[in-house]
């Protein structure tokens, strides 16, 4: 049996349903434990800072003891922190508690791109990758969708049981759906995976791919951690069903991303990564007008370019690492999840001190930063610099 377009999807869906969930129930969390909005953007900054840090071990072990195994137990254990945090107690708990999901995720996503990097070899791997990347924007947007009109209904708390439910339903689905790799072979040699590890740190379109992963990722948190404080607060004043409404800018991503998927091949990466910042930039710079319905168009422009950033960058890495590929992708993901826990932190301090338009200039700043990157490096013949 080959594997389906649908279930790449769903995997995708299942690993980022909960990783940004807490973001339509922030103001609902601030309240209960009485936290600033750095202390409650930390509840975002712990998962994705998890995730980033087991990445690249997640990778030399699934090298070793193969895919489908260990992306399905990870699914199931991802369930578990979920169901404890209706019982936190404090707000410590619950940051902790959401770093142990943050655990769990990178044996979902870091081994399905090297597993599908392996099953299409001959060729799909864009557009399987897109397919992922289209799943995560579902589950992204679901996520945040589902905590806030169940946070609304039955308070934070509620919303995060309705999540594990989900969570435990998803785990069996894939467990009963995924077929078993075909062209896995396993590389137990740890000295050899050192090798690997230290050929992947003197490949300098990789590192750079690293780099500006970092800067993509920090955009979209610290974009969309914050700005819900923003529209929480006057003269918008959004419930929490009402900040989940705005996320369906999501779904634009959901039909882009796929599309898009051809032309980011013919286009090449230098180009499509510039188009898609330049397209991130100008919505970024569109939420800082007085207008909610101008704020919500400027988020999904915003979040579209992110994901086509998303996409190229990992379709970039599928292509052009032919070894090694899981800890390619775990140290990628080490990188661009870094990047998250720092757009939380960064984007956080400014906005304490000079409210949203600060935290707006930091993530354009980091964005700019992202575009010299991708000229300095890719503007070179293939190969130099590796």
């Given amino acids: 049996m080959q594997v389906s377009r649908p279930i790449v999807w769903i995997i995708g869906f299942f690993a980022f349903l909960n990783v940004y969930s807490v973001q339509s129930v922030l103001p609902m969390v601030m309240d209960d434990f009485h936290a600033s909005a750095l202390q409650a953007g930390l509840t975002v900054g712990a998962t994705v800072l998890a995730v980033g840090l087991v990445s ?25 922190p979920t169901a404890l945090i209706p019982v936190a107690h404090s707000l410590n708990m619950l940051i902790a508690l959401r770093f142990l999901q943050g655990l769990a995720v990178p044996g979902i996503v870091v081994v399905l791109i090297a597993y599908l990097s392996e099953e ?8 399987m990758t897109s397919t992922y990347v289209g799943g995560t924007v579902m589950g992204g947007f679901c996520g945040r969708f589902i905590t ?3 946070g609304h209904l039955l308070g934070w708390r509620g919303a995060f049981v309705t999540l594990a439910v989900l969570n435990l339903l998803g785990a069996l689905l894939v467990w009963w759906a995924l077929p078993a790799s075909r062209h896995f072979v396993p ?11 230290w050929s992947h740190l003197h490949n300098g379109r990789l590192m750079a791919a690293c780099a500006v992963g970092f800067c993509v990722l920090f955009s979209l948190v610290g974009t969309f951690t914050y700005v819900n404080l923003h529209l929480a607060a006057p003269p918008f004043s959004l419930t929490a069903a009402g900040l989940a409404n705005v996320f369906t800018v999501y779904l634009v991503g959901v039909v882009v991303t796929p599309l898009a998927a051809r032309h980011i091949d013919r286009l090449g990466f230098m ?21 909610l319905w101008l704020v919500v168009a400027g988020l999904a422009v915003c979040s579209t370019g992110v994901f086509l950033c998303q996409s190229a960058t990992i379709s970039s890495i599928a292509r052009t690492v032919t070894e090694g590929r899981s800890l390619a992708t775990g140290i990628y993901y080490l990188s661009y999840y870094c990047g998250g826990a720092a757009g939380t932190w960064a984007a956080g301090l400014a906005y304490e001190g000079w ?29 130099t610099g590796t």
């Fill in 271 to 291: 180009k499509s990564m510039l188009g898609a910042l330049g397209v991130s930039a100008c919505g970024l710079l569109m939420t800082l007008l007085p207008s």
């Fill in 120 to 127: 299409f070899r001959n060729g799909g791997v864009i557009r």
């Fill in 187 to 197: 590389n137990r040699n740890f000295r050899g995976a050192m090798a690997t590890l």
């Fill in 355 to 383: 409210g949203w338009s600060g935290s707006a200039l930091t993530i354009a700043m980091v964005q700019a930063l992202a575009a010299a990157l991708v000229v300095l490096v890719w503007r070179q013949p293939k190969g």
């Fill in 148 to 150: 806030g009109h169940a």
């Fill in 56 to 80: 690249p071990f997640m990778g030399m072990l699934s090298d070793a003891f193969g895919r489908k195994a260990i992306l399905c137990i990870s699914m199931f254990a991802l369930t578990v």
